[in-house]
């Protein structure tokens, strides 16, 4: 990469990050709480991301694990009246443990077959959210989830509460960015390209494949316990399926193994539908065919089509190279 | 000279068909044994029972004298069994520096370290010293799947050596490989073999490439061992004319 690109890229990171602090501070009260939700779901798409993006194992189950946070942040800080730092590492803890678990059967089955294996577990999870009154209230819910105070501050207002889920965001990005420039990070590439060739350089696939849903699977559970607090109440409804169905979504759309895929994934299926309200009853139609346009000109995403456009620019400026060198050695004495 | 690799009386069925029927031999410290036969003589399928990716039927494998028959590919390959494929094995989108850093990174530290560790596992520089040995320096940082085949195959080499292994399997290195890329792999295969003491098997279907490369030749035919000896003493062996020379 050249200087001048990169630091195009270091300015062009900073002023998203800047417009991301300073324009929502005119925002309304439902603009602030959709930006949240946008924050809230790239975390779990991350999560997601990397188990299928990057160690390419399918999972059906990412709504499953951020339904674990909520419910541990939900039941944590109201009967527990424990703060949201404590739920957060239990849900850490309890989504590792069972992200590992659920990584066994990609030991033995992959693809559609693995995809069947977590959609089982994803509705386990839901019925267990469902039918265990004692636990989760049922399809009563768990209400007057409070908001977390943050070294000092109260994040009870809407604004306080965004620059909260985008300062987790930002850790979890920083953590993510560290973990997939790791030599791991190398091996979930390896693991998803080439699993027999990796056994063969050493790479203990096994371990990897486990490691690839445990730490997808918790951050599920992280963006879950921010999930708690960001509507203040739950009920099982919204950890169904379907959560799992759109967490995926946002990872293909936005381009699957790609670092910034799961941004801008989560920022066409939570901000696209809002956009296209004006059209009234048609938005949800609109918003399902542009999904159906974009994949089929590009089945890697948005980012997929930076990538080619990048690639074969750098091809065309290496023939171009190349030519010149031949031009000069043709008419070399 | 000590045996690093020592196979008895391995055996491989698969249903009714005996792929490996009773082979054994070992390879001394230092060697470049050659395995060659027709095709569908059980080769590979020796090499994936020695390797780990298949389970014998039956028999035993030792490296420097210790049984690892039942052993997973990756914990052999941290034991210093490296290997190549006979189709290639890169990783195309991880650039050639990525993909030797990959190779070696395993046998760095462990999995705590890999992941608070460098990036690169500290293998910079000797992935870029395998890049030079092997003469792909001008595209150390290009995506390995734009690379042309026979670079590919040389790339495919290297990644076998990235973890400092005792014993390299190599499954047809020489397959698709134009002459002159051809000269350069053996040449550096052969200093490899000086230079690190490094014992190889190579399994290969070009007579000049074995012939010209190993000290000691053996050759299988319908799963059993036909024959073993140097290279002159195997090519003179009536029954190997006759299975696979051919007159």
């Known amino acids: 990469m050249t200087a001048t690109g990169k630091y195009l890229r270091i300015g062009l990171g900073v002023a998203v990050i800047a417009a991301l602090i300073i324009v929502p501070m005119n925002f309304n009260r439902y603009g602030l709480y959709i930006l949240s939700q946008w924050a809230v779901m790239t975390i779990a798409a991350m999560g997601l991301n990397l188990t299928l993006g990057y160690a390419g194992q399918v999972s059906l189950a990412q709504g499953a694990f951020v339904g674990i946070g909520a419910y541990a942040a939900a039941i944590m800080t109201t009967q527990g009246g424990m703060p949201l730092i404590a739920a957060l590492g239990v849900a850490i803890v309890l989504c590792f443990a069972i992200g590992w678990i659920l990584g066994y059967p990609a030991l033995r089955v992959q693809h559609h077959y693995l995809a069947f294996v977590t959609l089982a577990f994803s509705t386990l999870a839901f019925l267990v959210f469902r039918n265990e009154d004692w636990l989760t209230k049922g399809i009563y819910g768990i209400s007057n989830i409070p908001r977390p105070n943050v070294m000092g501050f109260a994040t009870n207002r809407p604004l306080p509460f965004y620059y909260f889920c985008l300062g987790s965001l930002g850790i979890v990005s920083l953590a993510m960015w560290w973990l997939i420039r790791s030599p791991w990070g190398r091996a979930f590439v390896a693991l998803r390209e080439n699993p027999v060739r990796a056994l063969s350089l050493g790479i203990d696939t096994r371990r990897y494949t486990l490691m690839a849903f445990a730490i997808g699977s918790a951050l599920g559970g992280v963006a879950g316990t921010l999930y708690a607090p960001l509507t203040q109440y739950i009920d099982p409804v919204p950890f169904n399926l379907s959560l799992s169905l759109d967490l995926l979504m946002m990872v293909i759309v936005g381009g699957s193994g790609f670092f910034f895929g799961p941004f801008l994934g989560a920022m066409i299926a939570v901000l696209l539908p809002e956009w296209l309200r004006f059209t009234q009853g048609y938005y949800l139609m609109l918003y399902a065919v542009a999904v159906m346009l974009l994949l089929i000109y590009s089945p890697t995403g948005i980012l997929g089509i930076l990538d080619r456009y990048l690639t074969e620019r750098r091809t065309k400026a290496a023939s171009a190279l190349r030519a010149v060198a031949k031009s000069r050695l043709e008419t070399a004495p | 000279m000590t045996a690093v690799l020592e196979v008895s009386d391995v055996k491989k069925s698969f249903g009714g068909i005996k792929a490996v029927d009773g082979v054994s031999f070992d390879v001394q410290e230092g060697e470049i044994l050659g395995l060659i036969g027709p095709n569908g003589c059980g080769k590979s399928t020796l090499f994936n029972c020695i390797l780990g990716q298949l389970t014998p039927t039956g028999g035993e494998v030792k490296v420097d004298g210790k049984v690892v028959t039942g052993l997973r590919p990756s914990e052999l390959n941290r034991l210093g069994v490296s290997r190549t494929f006979q189709l290639l094995q890169v990783f195309p989108k991880l650039s050639v520096r990525e993909n030797l850093i990959l190779a070696g990174q395993e046998h760095q530290g462990n999995m705590m370290s890999r992941l608070l560790g460098p990036s690169d596992a500290g293998l910079s520089a000797a992935a870029d010293q395998m890049i030079g040995f092997f003469k792909l320096d001008h595209l150390a940082t290009e995506a390995a799947g734009g690379l042309s085949y026979g670079q590919q195959k040389l790339l495919d080499a290297a990644m076998a050596f990235m973890g400092g292994p005792r014993l390299v399997l190599l499954d047809e290195p020489a397959g698709g490989v134009n002459l002159t890329m051809l000269g350069d792999l053996k040449e550096r295969l052969a200093a490899i073999n000086r230079e690190k003491r490094a014992t190889f098997v190579v399994i290969e279907h070009n007579m000049e490439f074995v012939m010209s490369l190993c ?33």
């Open chain 2, 215 to 247: 000290t000691r030749v053996m050759v299988m035919a319908e799963g059993k061992l036909l024959a073993m000896g140097t290279p002159s003493e195997v090519r003179a062996n009536p029954a190997v004319i006759e299975a696979y020379l051919g007159h």
